[in-house]
């Protein structure tokens, strides 16, 4: 009777040890499966039928209702990042990363071949992750959505910080891709174009000499910079005609662009090869140039912004509270099915 | 909608990074700093000139973040591998059988104080830190005053509030020290 007990023991742990690196292996196969259809790093989105994505949906919550998120889209989140911000230096790390000043989620719908644009607001009110002054994850608060991205110590932390704070606001929508821009940069984009051309719109000589009103000036470097950035003692000194100072760089910037996109794919791999480095983004320079030649001809609309109130915190900053029942529906209208 | 061509579309939604940001500079701007804060100081009277900051990067605060960092370096834990001499301090503040190594480094920053005289007494503050302190666990405020390249800590024991900030009491001998001196506080919860 012994004799059979210590027999049954010993096929059982060899049933367990079977039954474990049965499972061991259907997780690393899982883990692969999943790391390779995941949407990190620089990896391509696996593309199935319709039917497959519709299957495998992401639910989002959305005012107390589980709605389907619309797997035509693809979502890329774009923010400029306080020129201040320090990645090189260590300093107080996991706080010194810079606010991600600009966010704009720009939507990708494969399917009704449309492009959408969201600017969130910088002083949103949402909830952001904390990470401890040795990064460890600190919880989470409700604070300025820009602030998330001061949190991270690298730019792929602070960058991928932001992005979750971003899906948390949007009910679970998953943000695919991200593109970081230094505010910094300015300058160093016009210099890629070989300068960006405008007309001087007023008297800006307290700026730089060569800008007289009614000059065609080509914008270079600093130049560019304070151009578009430069509001106190210049013109004016209203933010209105700063404004149009920066749609009048815009416009030269894509009439640049679009010069140098018109060659051909050629061309536009090489300008990429200028402008990648002044980005820091999760899509490669292939994917950028496919999306552009992709989307050319897709319906898209003006910017949208999620409505809400400004009101000034307890703290003296501005704080931007989202109208919830707006934003629910403006996220059930853009990113889920049958919509 | 308005039918346009979009094959730009990309590169012009970079590019309206630079509009919105720099239009925003009219009105202030937050950073991670505005995060930090002590409170409760206008309610206590006689201490109404009293100033006391958290600054979040101080020379002595960024060298002292970098040794702890190297000194925790695997995840060892903040008590043992930093603050193995002040560890009975902490203990001692704790009910018995706290595991001390479950403590972790929230935070470190520079702490100022000024307007203080000794007559004063003890000053109850709230600290206000970005992490919010969870309420009911123990939270322990380290004061580390800078005495050259040496640190003099003075464990104090702190009470997390419903607003995840730390209401702690600090003796009117320590914010003396502090006044005349440099010095830095670390929170551990």
Known sequence: ?339 | MKKRTVSLVLVMAMMLVLPFAASAANSPSVTNDALYNVGGLQALPGVENVVIEIVPETPAAVKLLEEVTAAVEGDKPAVSAFFAEQAAAVGALLPAGTDLDALQLKELAGLRVSGYTADMGPIAVKLAFPTLFEVGKPVVVMVGLVQGEEIVWEALLGTAQADGSVLVTMPGELLVKVQAGEAVVAVLQ
């Open chain 1, 1 to 339: 009777m012994g004799i059979v007990v210590t027999k049954f023991k010993l096929s059982r742990r060899r049933m367990v040890l079977i039954a474990g690196v049965t499972l061991a292996i259907l997780l690393v196969a899982f883990a692969a499966i999943s790391l390779l259809a995941g949407k990190g790093g620089q990896t391509p989105t696996v593309r199935g039928s319709l039917s497959d994505r519709a299957s495998s949906a992401p639910m989002l919550n959305i005012g107390g209702k589980t709605v389907p998120y619309d797997t035509n889209l693809v979502n890329i989140l774009v923010m400029g990042v306080d020129q201040n911000a320090d990645f090189g230096e260590r300093k107080l790390s996991f706080r010194s990363s810079g606010q991600a000043d600009f966010l704009l989620l720009v939507t990708i719908d494969e399917k009704a071949r449309t492009v959408d644009l969201m600017q969130i607001d910088r002083d949103t009110m949402a909830d952001i992750t904390i990470l401890s002054v040795l990064g460890q994850d600190a919880g989470t608060r409700k604070a300025q959505i820009c602030l998330a991205h001061g949190f991270g110590g690298t730019r792929e932390r602070s960058s991928q910080l932001t992005r979750q704070a971003v899906e948390t606001f949007l009910y679970g929508v998953p943000v695919d891709h991200f593109v970081s821009i230094n505010m910094g940069s300015i300058g160093a984009f016009a210099d890629a174009l070989g300068g960006i051309p405008v007309t001087v719109p007023e008297d800006l000589t307290d700026m730089d000499p060569s800008f007289v009103k009614g000059a065609q000036v080509l914008l270079k470097g600093e130049m560019a910079n304070n151009f578009v950035r430069q509001r106190m003692n210049i013109g004016d000194g209203t933010n209105r005609m700063r404004m149009q100072r920066q749609k009048l760089f815009m416009d030269g910037f894509l009439s640049r662009v679009g010069a140098e996109t018109a060659k051909g794919r050629a061309a536009a791999n090489e300008l990429f090869d200028d402008l990648m480095p002044l980005m820091y983004t999760s899509l490669s320079k292939g994917r950028i140039i496919n999306l552009l030649f992709q989307t050319e001809g897709y319906l898209t609309g003006g910017i949208t912004y999620p409505a809400g109130e400004h009101t000034v915190g307890a703290n003296g900053f501005t704080e931007f509270h989202a109208d919830r029942a707006a934003l629910e529906q403006l996220v059930l209208e853009r990113f889920t099915q049958g919509n």
